[in-house]
C-alpha cells in the first residue's frame, strides 16, 4: 500500500523547505535568563507549619506563651485570606513536583477591539465556557497585575510540572507542564500565594487563576497575542519524529510508513486530503492513527495507510515496551498499557527538547514554546537560537492567523460582522457588577435588574424585533420566527442568562434519525437568574430600553439567496455560504440543512466546467448540443431568420466538448439525477454519441433559477406528458429539495387556480395567494382539461412588473398585503396546456408560457417491442422523494447558475430554449395574431438580391390584406416597430441582406391572399430601410457569415 501512495504522492509539487542544522555559533544571537524551576512539596500540613512560623517569628517567648490555639489559627485563616474559599468540586490533597513563575504579554487593545463584535460576546467553547468570559478575566488580571505598558498588559503564569518518581534513559521521567494551579492544594505556598495575590483579591474561579493565554484555546491565545512580537518554535510532527529518532539504525527501515510521512508529510497530507469528505480532517486521523486510533475516514485508500501507520506503531510499541520494565507497574494498571506507556514517553522526549528553548521569557507549550520580543530582528535571532538548542530535531515557526479569521472558522454560525452598538467597556462593566451581585447575595442580584437587561442588550444582533402589537419576530438559529409573544422573548433571556453565568456540559448523542445531535444541557444556574419572576424582570427592562428599529419585511428580498434548515445561506452571487444575518431578513428554509456534496471531486469539477464551457458556448451564440447538428446551421434554435446564418468552427468545437463532459458525468457511478433526468427526457439515453440533452440542460437551468429566485426572468413552465411518464419525478426533485410546508420555500396546491378567474372584488381576500408570498416554486398539480386565464396566470409571472396583491383572511386594510414575485410556476398535466383568448386577440403570453412533454413511459416491465417503454426505478424515485439526493441537485444549481447571466438572459425568459419548449409553447398559445404573423413572416420572405426586393408598403398592404389591422403593440412583438414607418432600424452594422414577398403555394415572387399556418415561430427579423433605395424591404442578420459584396 505504502509503494502505491508515494507513486502517487510523487505527483504532487514538491515544496522546498530548507532548515538548517548545527549552525556555527553566533555571537549576536540574544541569551535569556533560565527558567527558576522550584522543585517543592505542597500540602495542607506543610503550608499551616509555614504561616506559624511566619506569624510567630516577630514574637517574643512571652507573646508566644500567651497565644491560644483557636486565637493562632484565626491567625493563621487571616494569613491565607481569600485562598480558604476554593469551590472545585475536587480539591487536590498535595502536590509533588515543580513550579515556576512568569510574566506574559498580552495585547489589551486586541482583545477590546474584537468584543466590540456581538458574536465575541456570543461565542460559547463546547468545555471551557463563554468567550467573553475568558477574555474579561485575562484583562482583569492583566490590569490587577499593574505593569501596562500602552496598549501591552502582563498576566502571571504558574507553571505545574508533577513529579513522576521514575527514570527513563538515566533521566527522570519528566511529565507536561499545566499552567494554573489547579492542581495544587486550596492553600498554596506562601511565595506563590504573593505572586499570586493581586489575582486571588479578583475573586476569580480557581481554574482561570495563574493561566496562561495558551492554555484557554487557541483562539483566546491569537486574540491575546495578536500584534506582538513572538515567535513559536514547534517541533514538527513531534511524537512521530521524536519516536523514529529514538529508534536504533538497525530498526528505522522497518517502519517505512513513518519515514515516509517524516519525508513527505505536505504531499501525503495533500495527496488524501483530495480523496476524503470535506468534513474530514486527514491530519487530525493520522496524529489519531499515531496513537492507534483514527479509523474510518471515509477513504479506502487513507484507511489502508493509516493502517500502514498503526502497524508501525506497533512494532514501536512493543520495542519502548521491551526496554522499558520499569515503567510497566505505572501503566498496567490503564485500559491500554502499551499506548499509555508510549504516551508517556513521548512526552518525556518532548520536554527534554522543548526545555533546552526554554527561558524565563518563554511560554512553554507542550511540543513548543513561545519566546516574546521587542522588534522583527530579535525575533529572527530567537529562531535561530531555538534551532541550535533543539540539536538534530527539526523545529518551525508557526504563525499567528488573524482573530477574525479564526473565529469565523471555529464558530461558523455565528455573525461575525455584527458590531454591538453597546461598547466593549461599558459591556465588561455591566457585566463585572452583574458577577458580583452574584457572588454576593440574591437581594443584591435583584436590585440590579438593569443592569442585567443591559448584559442582555451587550448579546443582543437585533435577535428580538417588535412586530405588530405584542407579537414579536425572533432571530434564533439562523432562522427567523414570527408571531412570537411576551414568553418566547422571556425564553430567549433565559437561554442567554444561562449560557453567560452558567455552567453547562455538552451531551452528544444520535437521535431517531441516527443523525448526530449536540445538546447543551445547564449543570448550575446561580439564583435568582432560573426564576420565573426574576427573568421576566430582566426581560421587561431589555425590551424598555432596546430601540427597535424599522427593517424591511421578511422575504422581501429573496434574490440570489437560499437559507438551509440549519440556518446557514448560501449566496448564488458571491459563491459563499455563511450563517444568516438577522439583517437578511429570511424566514422560509429548504426542507433539510444546506451542505456540499461530498462527491468525488473528480465529478463535481467535471460538472463546474461542463457549466462554465456551456456558458461560453451560448455567449457565443451557440444554441442547441443536439448531436445532429453537424456545423452548419442551428436547426429549430435560432431567434432570428432560421439556418440563414452559419456558426463558427469554435462553437461547433464547445458543442463537441460539451457532449464529451456530458457523457463522463453521465458515466460516474454518483451521478444518479442525471442519468434519471436522462431516462425521462432524453431520445436515445443510453447511446452516449447520439443523447439528446438539450431538454435535461434547459431544466437544470430552471433549477438554478427557482433556487437562486433571479430577478428579472419570468415564465412559467408545464410539465405534460402520458401517464407514468416522469414529470412528477421533474418536479419531485425540486420540492424534495425546497420543501412543501409553510416554513418552506415550496408550494403546491390544486391545477385548477389557474384554469378560474380571479375575484372581480379587489378588496376580496386570497388566503392561497397569501401563501405564495416568499416561495421560491409553485407547483400547480394534475391541471384540469381547461385552458388557463391569461390574467390569473400573468398576474403571478413578471416580477419587473412590481408585485403582486393578496390578502389573508385576517388581513386588515392597514396591513402590507402586497410581495414582490420570487417564485417560477410550474403545472402538471397529463395533456398539453392551451391558453383562453377571444378570437385572435393576443393573450399577452407570449413568450412567458413554456411546456416540456415527456414522451416516454416508465415501467416496471416495459415492452422491449415499444420504443416508447423505458425501465422504472421505483427506489430510485423513492429516494428522490425523500431526499436523499438533495446535495446532488443543489450542487447542479448552484453550477448552473451561471448561466444565467444577464449577457446571456438578456431578455426575461431563459434563453436559448430547447426546440421542443418553443414548439410547446406556440401549441399552447394557439391562432394569436402574433404567433400566426411570425409564422407567415418565416415561410413567406425570401432572401433576394437588391433589384428583387419587395417595397415597404407593398410589404404592409399584403399583411393587412391578409390579417387585417395589426396594432401596434403586435407589429412591435414582430419587431416591426410603427415609430419608423413601420421600419426598425438597428443601432450598429451596416450590411444587410434584402428579402422579397414568395409565394410558397405557387411558388412566385406575389402577394398571399391566404396565411398559411407555421409549425415554428419567426422572432427578431431586423427591418430596416435599404440605404440605396428607400422604397425597398431588407433585412440584417447578426452573422458572422461575410456577406456577398456581388449581391
Not at 527558567?35 to 506543610?46: L, P, Q, Y
Request: hydrophobic content about 35%.
Amino acid at each position: 500500500m505504502l509503494n502505491a501512495v508515494m507513486t502517487e504522492v510523487s505527483k504532487h509539487p514538491k515544496t522546498k523547505v530548507q532548515v538548517t542544522k548545527n549552525r556555527p555559533a553566533d555571537t549576536e544571537l540574544p541569551t535569556f535568563p533560565a527558567v527558576d524551576e522550584i522543585s517543592t512539596t505542597v500540602n495542607a500540613a506543610i503550608v499551616k507549619q509555614e504561616a506559624k512560623e511566619h506569624i510567630c517569628k516577630d514574637m517574643d517567648e512571652e507573646e508566644l506563651k500567651k497565644l491560644k490555639p483557636t486565637e493562632l489559627d484565626k491567625m493563621i485563616k487571616e494569613e491565607f485570606g481569600k485562598w480558604t474559599t476554593d469551590t472545585r468540586l475536587r480539591k487536590p490533597v498535595e502536590f509533588i513536583g515543580t513550579l515556576t513563575v512568569r510574566q506574559e504579554p498580552v495585547n489589551l487593545a486586541s482583545i477590546r477591539t474584537f468584543l466590540q463584535r456581538t458574536a465575541a460576546r456570543r461565542a460559547v467553547h463546547p468545555t471551557r465556557g463563554p468567550l467573553v468570559q475568558a477574555l474579561q478575566f485575562i484583562m482583569q488580571r492583566a490590569e490587577a497585575h499593574g505593569k501596562i505598558d500602552g496598549d501591552i498588559g502582563y498576566i502571571t503564569v504558574v507553571n505545574q510540572r508533577a513529579a513522576t518518581g521514575l527514570e527513563v534513559d538515566g533521566n527522570e521521567l519528566m511529565m507536561r507542564s499545566f499552567t494554573g494551579v489547579n492542581k495544587l492544594p486550596s492553600v498554596p505556598p506562601m511565595w506563590l500565594r504573593e505572586a499570586l495575590q493581586h489575582e486571588i483579591q479578583l475573586a476569580l474561579p480557581r481554574s482561570y487563576i495563574g493561566k496562561s493565554a495558551f492554555a484557554f484555546g487557541s483562539l483566546v491565545k491569537t486574540i491575546c497575542r495578536h500584534g506582538l512580537q513572538s515567535v513559536d518554535g514547534d517541533c514538527v510532527k513531534c511524537f512521530i519524529q521524536l519516536r523514529y529518532k529514538a529508534l536504533p539504525d538497525s530498526m528505522k527501515a522497518e517502519v517505512p510508513t513513518y519515514q515516509a510521512y517524516l519525508k513527505s508529510s505536505k504531499r501525503i497530507i495533500a495527496h488524501f486530503e483530495t480523496r476524503v469528505p470535506k468534513n474530514v480532517s486527514v491530519k487530525e486521523h493520522i496524529i489519531a492513527a499515531s496513537n492507534m486510533g483514527g479509523y474510518d475516514s471515509g477513504s479506502v485508500s487513507f484507511d489502508q495507510w493509516l493502517d500502514d501507520l498503526r502497524r508501525d506503531t506497533a512494532i514501536i510499541m512493543d520495542y519502548e515496551w521491551e526496554r522499558n520494565p520499569q515503567l510497566h507497574d505505572a501503566c498496567s494498571q490503564e485500559p491500554k498499557p502499551k499506548v499509555n506507556l508510549l504516551a508517556k514517553l513521548d512526552w518525556h522526549r518532548e520536554y527534554m527538547v522543548t526545555s533546552k528553548m526554554d527561558n524565563r521569557f518563554c511560554s512553554n507549550e507542550w511540543d513548543g514554546v513561545v519566546q516574546f520580543c521587542a522588534s522583527d530582528a530579535e525575533c529572527e535571532k530567537a529562531f535561530k537560537r531555538m534551532q541550535l538548542q533543539a540539536g538534530d530535531v527539526e523545529i518551525s515557526r508557526k504563525t499567528l492567523e488573524d482573530p477574525m479569521a479564526k473565529a469565523m472558522k471555529q464558530y461558523p454560525e455565528l455573525e461575525w460582522n455584527h458590531v454591538n452598538p453597546m461598547g466593549t467597556m461599558l459591556f465588561l462593566s455591566q457585566l463585572s457588577r452583574c458577577q458580583v451581585a452574584l457572588k454576593t447575595s440574591v437581594s443584591e442580584v435583584k436590585l440590579i435588574d438593569t443592569v442585567f437587561g443591559d448584559v442582555v442588550r451587550g448579546l443582543s444582533n437585533m435577535h428580538a424585533m417588535k412586530s405588530q402589537k405584542d407579537k414579536f419576530e425572533i432571530f434564533a438559529g439562523g432562522k427567523w420566527e414570527v408571531e412570537k409573544d411576551i414568553s418566547d422573548v422571556v425564553s430567549v433571556v433565559k437561554k442567554d442568562l444561562e449560557t453567560l453565568f452558567g455552567a453547562f456540559k455538552i451531551q452528544d448523542y444520535n437521535d431517531v434519525k441516527e443523525s448526530k445531535v449536540e445538546e447543551v444541557i445547564p449543570t448550575y444556574v446561580p439564583k435568582p437568574l432560573d426564576q420565573d419572576a426574576f427573568i421576566s424582570k430582566v426581560t421587561d427592562c431589555y425590551l424598555k430600553y432596546t430601540r427597535f428599529a424599522e427593517e424591511k419585511a421578511l422575504d422581501y428580498d429573496l434574490w440570489g439567496k437560499l437559507l438551509g434548515a440549519n440556518g446557514i445561506m448560501y449566496n448564488f452571487v458571491t459563491d459563499e455560504f455563511g450563517p444568516a444575518k438577522p439583517e437578511d431578513r429570511l424566514l422560509r428554509t429548504t426542507e433539510h440543512p444546506l451542505r456540499d456534496w461530498d462527491a468525488p471531486d473528480d465529478l463535481k469539477n467535471s460538472i463546474k466546467k461542463f457549466s462554465e464551457v456551456l456558458k461560453d458556448f451560448f455567449l457565443k451564440g451557440g444554441q442547441s448540443l443536439d448531436a445532429s447538428q453537424n456545423g452548419d446551421s442551428e436547426a429549430g434554435a435560432s431567434n432570428g431568420i432560421l439556418n440563414m446564418v452559419s456558426e463558427g468552427g469554435e462553437t461547433r468545437e464547445l458543442r463537441g466538448r460539451l457532449r464529451e463532459i456530458f457523457n463522463s458525468i453521465y458515466e460516474q457511478p454518483r451521478s444518479h439525477m442525471i442519468r434519471g433526468m436522462c431516462r425521462v427526457l432524453s431520445d436515445n439515453y443510453e447511446d452516449p454519441s447520439a443523447r439528446s440533452i438539450d431538454d435535461v440542460c434547459y431544466i437544470l437551468r430552471q433549477d438554478a433559477r427557482v433556487c437562486a429566485s433571479v430577478e428579472g426572468l419570468c415564465g412559467m413552465l408545464n410539465l405534460t406528458g402520458p401517464k407514468n411518464g416522469g414529470k412528477s419525478y421533474l418536479a419531485q426533485r425540486q420540492y424534495a429539495f425546497l420543501g412543501l410546508q409553510n416554513n418552506h420555500y415550496g408550494k403546491m396546491t390544486s391545477g385548477s387556480y389557474l384554469t378560474t378567474k380571479p375575484p372581480s372584488d379587489p378588496e376580496k381576500s386570497r388566503p392561497i395567494k397569501n401563501q405564495f408570498q416568499g416561495k421560491k416554486a409553485i407547483y400547480f398539480k394534475e391541471l384540469p382539461p381547461l385552458p388557463l386565464i391569461p390574467e390569473t396566470v400573468k398576474d403571478l409571472l413578471d416580477p419587473r412588473d412590481g408585485h403582486t396583491e393578496g390578502r389573508a383572511n385576517h388581513s386588515k386594510k392597514t396591513d402590507q398585503t402586497s410581495f414582490p414575485i420570487s417564485f417560477v410556476l410550474f403545472a402538471m398535466a397529463n395533456s398539453p396546456v392551451s391558453v383562453y383568448k377571444h378570437g385572435t386577440e393576443d393573450t399577452g403570453m407570449g413568450g412567458k408560457l413554456g411546456e416540456i412533454q415527456t414522451l416516454y413511459k416508465l415501467c416496471d416491465e416495459p415492452d422491449v417491442h415499444n420504443p416508447r417503454e423505458r425501465q422504472a426505478d421505483a427506489e430510485f424515485s423513492t429516494a428522490t422523494m425523500k431526499g436523499k439526493h438533495n446535495d446532488e441537485f443543489f450542487f447542479w444549481a448552484r453550477s448552473m447558475y451561471k448561466t444565467l447571466v444577464p449577457d446571456i438572459c438578456k431578455g426575461r425568459h431563459i434563453v436559448p430554449e430547447p426546440a421542443s419548449l418553443k414548439t410547446h409553447e406556440e401549441e399552447s398559445m394557439g391562432e394569436a395574431t402574433d404567433v400566426l404573423l411570425k409564422a407567415w413572416m418565416k415561410d413567406s420572405l425570401k432572401e433576394c438580391t437588391p433589384a428583387e426586393a419587395t417595397p415597404w408598403t407593398e410589404l404592409m398592404t399584403i399583411i393587412q390584406s391578409s390579417f387585417g389591422t395589426v396594432s401596434k403593440h403586435v407589429m412591435t412583438e414582430c419587431n416591426i416597430s410603427p415609430k419608423f414607418k413601420g421600419q426598425y432600424r438597428p443601432n450598429k452594422g451596416v450590411s444587410h441582406d434584402y428579402l422579397k414577398v414568395y409565394n410558397a403555394e405557387t411558388k412566385k415572387s406575389s402577394p398571399v391572399k391566404y396565411v398559411k399556418k407555421a409549425a415554428f415561430a419567426f422572432e427578431y427579423i431586423d427591418c430596416v430601410i435599404c440605404p440605396a433605395d428607400s422604397y425597398l424591404f431588407c433585412a440584417r442578420f447578426l452573422s458572422t457569415r461575410p456577406i456577398d459584396p456581388g449581391r
